[in-house]
């Protein structure tokens, strides 16, 4: 076969043809589809024009790399003219592969330019002062009119808000995201959002309307059922730039002559929910012959002193709809759905036959009492409650605009008529990030868990991790996401959702270098916070594994998906952290902080388990030490890479005369205790053996029973594995009581809980203070599944999977797993069973990769691939023997594998 593969999946910064890119050169990223064997790039030609029609010229008039000689297919930096403000990039990209043969030209995609400065803004913030301190004031309706003069071949609308927008032109909706502009780090920076509207409007008359939500920026955060954190009142920020076809170009912007009035929302909060009277809705209210004479005009309002970022990752949309499974009436006129799935998002209500002004209520909550009514305890002091008030209409429909709840059961009371699952949808919302990781193995239980993780993953991806979606919480807490990150990358792309993240997080980072417990930063810079509780609260920050976040997941990222810029941003994030480790250690040991091994089973209170926290925080000094020193050697900082390496190295000396005695036995003899040091390399070798050996014995007394929180879950399995005790991993795995993942699975989960006894048979509920039942944490085992059932993993010295690890390992009377995963250089598939006492493995490695392949049998010689011989198969090499194992490697392709087991 001659022919080469297609090139597909061209992404600019990571995003599908992207508007409103910041970065002066994006990096520009294809995928080489080609199910041949030992198929690899040499080389690459990308074109890069402001028409592309000058594409199809071969006249491209922004960049020609010309053939440029190298495998790289992952983030190659553009390298033509520079970039201004809202300029148009229109790419495409051919490659040359092994036999030096060339490709067609990929399909064109294209990117552009944003606001690049600050100055390129003409409009005014405006909004209306109406601070309410105890409850969500009525949501400003904004509009205006405007006239395009002549012909147009681009229309553009940039627009954001302190607080929460939806936007419409001409009686449209614009855009289908949620949420928006989304969370940052306000007092320093905002995101805006780029939408082209070029379809919406006409030659001539035209309107445009805009409603504000009060979102995290005014609306109620935190656990004193406070509002206004950020600011007293929502406000926007808009510019519609239209381009003319005779080159000119007009701006309308947000201004004094905007109108505003009040509409059907009476008060819509992220915590609380939404009131809705529909007999107030305004119809044509963003149509150009509304009249708008008795509407006020808007207010302008103070300037935002941080500064505006285009939006650098996917928006929140609905992803998924789900009809209720049951409907039960628990009280005259007072009803239950149950949707089957714990979810987040929101909901279409729909109503026939209604008078008007009727009320409808709806509550929302995860789990039932045991008598059948809504369990809401555990919300504490979020309502979760919307009010629908009816317009009369002989049928209308309902869907709420600016909060979202974290739900499996719906109340609704005043519902006119019999309520049937036609009448509710729920909508399921999250960051639209592309779906990566198929996991599947002959267990049912197991496949629930899986599925369960990556609801879990679902429900807290909504515009930053968070660590639960329905109390009054929400917050971007460092530690859960640091756990869970690498399982994350798995299910999702990940890349774009973390690299934002961490910028909020490196401006969150106090002047001392602590890194804050939850990004963004709102317990340490909120306004309605006293200023002693304030100081103090930030006098608690730095905490050990969750203050580790900064370095572990910029990491995490790089190893992923190739990122090498996202380490060069986070240097600075990452040095003054191990810094400020030095800085507040005794001769390299950290103090007691909080948290500790977090709800672990053995913790007297959820942050006091047994395990020493100093333990943990020295621990993590060490491994993070010695991250920044390989991240220095990435960047190429060699000064600094001997530094962090003395430094890692001496408080891993700390930690043995602190913590270890002469055999290896660990202060608290906790599991977490040698899981830290045996995953983190602590022990010396004489050590590692009597600490493997202590940690399968503790679980053996524990009759095959975890006893970790947060921090010593996620090595559990992982730990285990790598030091040849995978039989304990899948007794972990498989356990069935008390504690246990799957304990949780057959007492009706469809996510991960937050602690392991959220409910009990024996107990029911657990602390109503802090019980929620999606939190992802505990969903960290999601790695080990991908990496050691299904045995498909990144190799650590080829970031981005350029070269994978397959090395599947059977057990726990499994008979076939299957691990999928869509790399950035496509998809890396591997299935295996066990049949008639013969283990087989199918593979597919994409295109421009290697892998090394470790299978779980001696018997080489009776191993075949492909239908030959092991060591007769031309495309193996590097064969490695072992007693219980045979390694080599072999480029891309399919590969069907075949060794007695």
């Excluded at 950020?230 to 381009?243: C, F, M």
């Excluded at 050691?788 to 981005?800: E, L, N, R, Y």
Aim: aromatic share 12%.
């Amino acid at each position: 076969m001659n022919t080469i593969g297609r090139l597909s999946h061209l992404r600019c910064e990571q995003l599908k043809n992207p508007l409103g890119i910041e970065s002066p050169q994006p990096r520009l990223s294809w995928v080489l589809k080609d199910d041949r064997q030992e198929v690899w790039q040499t080389a690459y030609r990308i074109q890069v024009a402001s028409n592309p029609k000058l594409l199809e010229a071969e006249n491209p008039d922004l960049w020609d790399s010309g053939k440029f000689e190298s495998r790289q297919s992952v983030l190659v930096p553009y390298g033509g003219s520079v970039l201004v403000s809202r300029q148009q990039a229109f790419w495409r990209v051919r490659i040359w592969d092994e036999r030096e043969k060339a490709s067609r030209w990929s399909k064109c995609a294209k990117w552009e330019m944003g606001l690049l400065d600050q100055s390129d803004w003409k409009g005014q913030w405006i909004g209306q002062r109406n601070f309410v301190p105890d409850s969500s004031p009525p949501c400003p309706f904004l509009r205006r009119e405007f006239h395009l003069r002549k012909e147009f071949k681009r229309c553009r609308l940039y627009v954001s808000a302190r607080g929460l927008f939806e936007s419409y032109v001409n009686g449209e909706r614009v855009g289908n995201d949620y949420f928006t502009p989304g969370w940052t780090e306000y007092d320093h920076r905002l995101e805006y959002c780029v939408y082209d509207i070029s379809n919406r409007v006409i030659e001539g008359n035209n309107a445009m309307g805009i409603i504000l939500g009060d979102g995290w920026y005014c609306g109620h955060l935190l656990f004193q059922n406070q509002r206004a954190h950020y600011g007293n009142e929502a406000s926007l920020l808009a510019q519609i730039v239209a381009d003319y076809s005779d080159g000119s170009t007009e701006v309308f912007a947000t201004d004094d002559s905007w109108k505003m009035s009040h509409g059907p929302i009476l008060e819509s909060d992220l915590y609380h929910g939404e009131i809705y009277d529909a007999q107030r809705e305004m119809k044509g209210w963003t149509l150009f012959s509304f009249d708008d004479s008795s509407w006020a005009s808007a207010e302008v309002l103070e300037t935002y002193e941080g500064k505006l970022v285009g939006k650098s990752l996917p928006p929140v949309r609905v992803i998924d709809e789900r009809t209720p499974v049951s409907i039960t009436e628990i009280n005259p006129g007072q009803w239950i759905l149950d949707l089957g799935q714990n979810m987040v998002g929101q909901y279409r209500l729909r109503v026939a036959g209604a008078e008007a002004g009727q009320k409808i209520e709806l509550r929302f909550g995860e789990m039932l009492q045991a008598d059948g009514k809504l369990y809401t305890e555990n919300l504490r002091k979020a309502r979760a409650t919307d009010t629908y008030h009816c317009r009369g209409e002989e049928e209308e429909v309902y869907q709420a605009r600016f909060t979202f709840h974290g739900y499996r059961y719906v109340e609704i009371s005043g519902y006119p008529g019999e309520l049937t699952e036609n009448c509710f949808t729920g909508l399921v919302l999250h960051t639209a990030m592309e779906p990566t990781g198929v996991f599947e193995c002959s267990d049912p239980l197991v496949n629930q868990l899986q599925s369960n993780i990556v609801w879990g993953q679902k429900g807290n991806f909504l515009d930053i991790p968070t660590d639960c979606p329905q109390r009054d919480e929400r917050l971007g807490w460092t530690g859960d996401a640091q756990v869970f990150i690498t399982t994350a990358c798995f299910n999702f792309d990940c890349a774009a959702f973390f690299s934002r993240w961490l910028i909020d997080m490196a401006l969150a980072q106090l002047s001392n270098g602590a890194v804050t417990d939850v990004v963004p930063a709102v317990l340490t810079t909120s306004r309605q916070m006293d200023h002693e509780i304030q100081d103090e609260c930030r006098k608690q920050q730095g905490n050990a594994a969750w203050a580790d976040a900064a370095v572990i997941c910029p990491w995490v990222i790089y190893q992923r998906y190739g990122d090498k810029r996202v380490l060069d941003l986070s240097w600075k994030l990452m040095t003054r952290w191990v810094m400020f480790q030095t800085s507040t250690s005794e001769n390299f040991i950290r103090p007691e902080t909080n948290y500790g091994d977090w709800l672990a089973t053995d913790a007297v209170e959820p942050g006091l388990a047994l395990t020493p926290c100093g333990l943990i925080g020295t621990a993590y000094f060490s491994y993070t030490a010695g991250l920044v020193a390989k991240v220095a050697q990435v960047l190429g900082k060699g000064e600094e890479v001997e530094f962090y390496s003395k430094l890692q190295k001496e408080t891993k000396e700390a930690f043995n005369c602190k913590y270890a005695d002469d055999s290896g036995r660990l202060a608290g003899d906790t599991q977490t205790g040698y899981l830290l040091a045996l995953a983190f390399d602590l022990l010396p070798e004489s050590k590692q053996s009597w600490a493997i050996d202590r940690l399968v014995q503790l679980v053996e007394e524990s009759d095959d029973h975890l006893s970790t929180g947060f921090v010593g879950t996620p090595l559990l399995c992982p730990v285990l594995s790598r030091f040849g005790r995978t039989d304990v991993a899948y007794r972990l795995l498989m356990q069935r009581t008390y504690p246990s993942w799957l304990y949780t699975v057959e007492n009706g989960a469809t996510t991960m809980w937050e602690r392991w006894n959220s409910w009990t048979r024996e107990s029911g509920f657990g602390d109503v203070s802090m019980n929620s039942f999606n939190h992802y944490a505990y969903g960290a085992i999601g790695q080990w599944l991908y990496a050691t059932v299904a045995g498909i993993d990144s190799d650590p010295s080829f970031p981005g999977f350029e070269r994978s690890v397959i090395k599947p390992q059977p057990g726990g009377g499994l008979s076939f797993a299957k691990g999928e995963l869509k790399t950035p250089y496509g998809w890396l598939k591997s299935f295996w069973k066990i049949s008639n006492g013969t283990f087989y493995l199918e593979l597919s490695i994409p295109a421009n990769t290697s892998a090394k392949v470790t299978l779980p049998s001696g018997r080489y010689s009776s191993c075949r691939v492909n239908s030959e011989e092991l060591e007769e198969t031309h495309n193996v090499t590097g064969l490695s023997l072992r007693n219980d194992s045979v390694s080599f490697m072999v480029r891309s392709g399919q590969y069907e594998i075949s060794i007695p087991v």
